[in-house]
Nanobody, 124 residues
Framework: QVQLVESGGGLVQPGGSLRLSCVSY????????MGWFRQPPGKEREFVAA????????NYADSVKGRFTISRDNAKNTMYLQMNLLTPDDTAVYYC?????????????????WGQGTRVTVSS
């Protein structure tokens, strides 16, 4: 059963922007910590950003601070990741995830539900 669906990935030039979306079909979306993770080619999955249930608290990996913004719209059961000033190092498959407790929001092992991923390629 599909729980989370990402979209918005694609090919973008260095310095460009993309906005990823994650639609949740889970009834508990509005009470869930949500996160974005990514897996670069040939590398391990890594934390990108997380947002608590209300949207009041966010957390970012150092590599994306100041460039990426995570947000959510509980009325639409949707989470977003606005990505600006993209570099080739941001090339990866991006996954949204749900279900962790806020205290461990950067640990992918704490998330119960995952989307299928959306590919982001930053290249000239």
């Amino acid at each position: 059963q599909v729980q989370l669906v990402e979209s918005g990935g694609g090919l973008v030039q260095p310095g460009g922007s993309l906005r990823l979306s994650c639609v949740s079909y889970r009834r508990t979306f509005s009470s869930s910590t949500m996160g974005w993770f990514r897996q670069p080619p040939g590398k391990e999955r890594e934390f990108v950003a997380a947002i608590n249930w209300s949207g009041e608290n966010t957390n970012y990996a150092d590599s994306v601070k100041g460039r990426f913004t995570i947000s959510r719209d509980n009325a639409k059961n949707t989470m977003y990741l606005q990505m600006n000033l993209l570099t080739p190092d941001d090339t990866a498959v991006y996954y949204c995830a749900a279900g962790a407790d806020w205290a461990r929001n950067s640990d992918y092992r704490r998330y119960d539900y995952w989307g299928q991923g959306t590919r982001v390629t930053v290249s000239s």
